[in-house]
């Protein structure tokens, strides 16, 4: 049996250091190496794939809104634990580390600024934050920024990232989808438009409340969207999932959604909105 | 489905109770007379009854919401209302029979009734797709509530599902924008709205036909952000875990009610709703009218205002704990 024995094969050891930790992110589409600083001159987008990496919300803020135009709101709001929920950790933990990791007080960061000189109210969530989940203090931010747009006669926009309700709430967590979408009743009955900008990915009960009330809805490219998440729907109904299901394009193309816009177009795409709907003059080209 | 189901911490009372039938039809046989030993039974049976039924877990409860005997949106509306006169479809896709609606009376009285519905037997289960809605459902209930509200009647709604149905269609035909279309819209209505939780509330599923002036809710149904199974799934990773789940949620009709969710809760009969329907019906049928001769009482403006402001101040941050507005759930409790 000598004569067929296994080839051997060496094993290649990288040296770890030789690339640098953070420096550097794949990107999943194409596969290309892409260095960090190019990628967030870019607005966290692969340039040449077109890939979205999910990005904070304070980024996004400022990718979006008129450079010092951006006043925060309601910035020290922070959940109780109304039901005093534990699982494998109590919640006033979980909620100490979300803190930590991401320097925000919650899933929301909300306020008013300028979108090429538009005044608008706006409300952007944080994906690090809880995965983005809607509880008391999201709802609540929502909530305030629609009511602050009714008050001032400005435009509202809100960018989801969430994965929906946040359990640890309860039921609490349920009843924001009401208080919010009450408030865009209002806003509706004001006249005054509200843009919902979904991202990934924007899921349960954030797409079956105010996500999906815009008068415009716009879609980042391949954001999943859902109201139940696609292993769900497997695991119940055993149904083959279509191909695409629950991305932007799929929605776009059943009719569910306006527009599909990269990133790095999206704040010229809300100027150019908020124009038609509110200011009712074509902008100037700025 | 056997009339002699029995959940497992029922089996104790089964038992008693066959016992007790044994002992009437012996009697009536041979004729002889067992009452003294019948009685005995019956004081323990009551005695069994009361020790179960008042300390029942969260867990035991959402058994109890889940039990196959139930009663169903359709026993509630024959009992409750005269002259129901079912309405379909939603003008645009097809109609789904997981939301039921239409025209009735309360003692006489126009109403628009909007309810979730189950099915009893299989051949109703499958008609009625277990309860859960798929988007058509809500639209349906919209076109209902409009009616109502353009008429100036008011709508009553009965909740009691899992959720709304997870599927392939349902994403397609956008579920999740049929429910917040209701949630918007409910909350711009005139008419009165009242909403009971029968059996199960199940997460955005039940609050799209929920966003009401006043909510009641069974003592033994549950109202919840997510099945205690998905809920255990998810932060326990292990589905087995839902018992835990359903504690940790407080979702109970007692406790959503220290939380300002419900404006009520109904009794049902010692041992649950199934026992006795008709009384159970009848109790929620003067809960329904003291609300709504409340309701009544104000103007279509002052309505829409008090619905608003009672999903408003739902919600607890550090503002509400501070300011000692909300009391920590446990400490309210004791």
Known sequence: ?286 | MDNNYALDFEQPLRGLIEQMEHLHQLSAENNIDLSKEIRGIEKKIAETKKSIYSNLTPWQRVQLARHPQRPYAYDYIERIFTGFQELHGDRAFRDDRAIIGGTAFLNGESVMVIAQHKGRTTREKLKHNFGSPYPEGYRKALRLMKMADKFDMPIITFVDTQGAYPGVASEERHVSEAIAVNLREMSLMGSPIISTVIGEGGSGGALGIAVANKILILENAYYSVISPEGCAAILWKDRAKAPQAAKALKFGATEIEKLGIVDGVVKEPIGGAHNDPDAAAATLKEAIEAQLAELKKMTPEERIEQRYQRFRKIGVTDEDVSDGKIVPIKEAAS
Not at chain 1, 15 to 44: A, F, T
Not at chain 1, 125 to 139: M, P, R
Not at chain 1, 195 to 206: E, F, H, N, W
């Open chain 1, 1 to 286: 049996m000598a004569l067929f024995q296994k080839p051997k094969y060496s094993t290649v050891i990288v040296k770890k250091k030789d690339i640098p930790h953070g420096m550097w992110k794949k990107c999943p589409v194409s596969g290309d190496i892409i260095y960090n600083k190019e990628l967030e001159q870019n607005q966290n987008v692969v340039p040449k794939s077109g890939y979205h990496f999910p990005i904070t919300a304070r980024k996004r803020i400022s990718h979006l809104l008129d450079e010092g135009s951006f006043t925060e709101l309601e910035k020290d709001l922070c959940a109780g634990d109304p039901l005093e929920f534990v699982d494998s950790k109590p919640y006033p933990e979980r909620l100490a580390a979300y803190q930590k990791k991401t320097g925000e007080n919650d899933s929301i960061v909300s306020g008013v600024g300028k979108i090429h000189g538009i005044p608008v109210s706006i409300a952007v969530f944080d994906f690090q934050f809880a995965g983005g989940s809607l509880g008391s203090v999201a709802g609540e931010k929502i909530t305030r920024a629609i009511e602050l747009a009714i008050k001032e006669k400005i435009p509202c926009i809100v960018v989801s990232a969430s994965g929906g309700a946040r359990m640890q709430e309860g039921i609490l967590s349920l009843m924001q989808m009401a208080k919010t979408s009450a408030a865009l009743g209002r806003l509706s009955e004001a006249k005054l438009p509200f843009i919902s900008v979904l991202t990934d990915p924007t899921a349960g009960g954030v797409t079956a409340s105010f996500a999906t009330l815009g008068d415009v809805i716009i879609a980042e490219p391949g954001a999943r969207i859902c109201f139940a998440g696609a292993r769900v729907i497997k695991e119940t109904t055993n149904e083959e999932l279509p191909e695409g299901f629950q991305s932007a394009e799929f929605l776009f193309q059943r009719g569910l959604i306006d527009q599909v816009v990269p990133r790095t177009e999206m704040r010229d795409r809300l100027r150019d909105l908020l124009a038609a709907l509110y200011v009712k003059k074509e902008p100037t080209q700025a």
